[in-house]
């Protein structure tokens, strides 16, 4: 895969609107942390996370799939990628 259709999806699952409260989120760890061990045991806790972050991914993914004016946009890019790869060559 080349790099630039690499980062049209990036660009796409993971807008700008996403990283900002991802940031947030990771000021906010010791608060979340402090909740998360209420209710999972310590011996569980890197398990808990893991499926956090799988769900986030998930979540996110589909969020980006059903976006519909969104997912035009992306597929009319990798079409001008496309389309300037094959000039290129």
Not at 55 to 76: F, I, Q, R
Request: proline content about 4%.
């Amino acid at each position: 895969m080349h790099t630039t259709r690499l980062k049209a999806y990036l660009d796409h699952f993971l807008p700008r609107e996403v990283i900002g409260p991802v940031i947030i989120v990771f000021s906010l760890e010791g608060v979340i942390d402090g909740i998360f061990g209420l209710y999972v045991p310590a011996e569980y806790a890197t398990l808990g996370w893991g499926a956090v972050f799988v769900l986030s991914l998930a979540l996110v993914a589909y969020w980006g799939s059903v976006d519909e004016p969104a997912l035009e946009e992306l597929h009319e890019r990798l079409d001008e990628l496309e389309d300037e790869h094959e000039e290129s060559t």
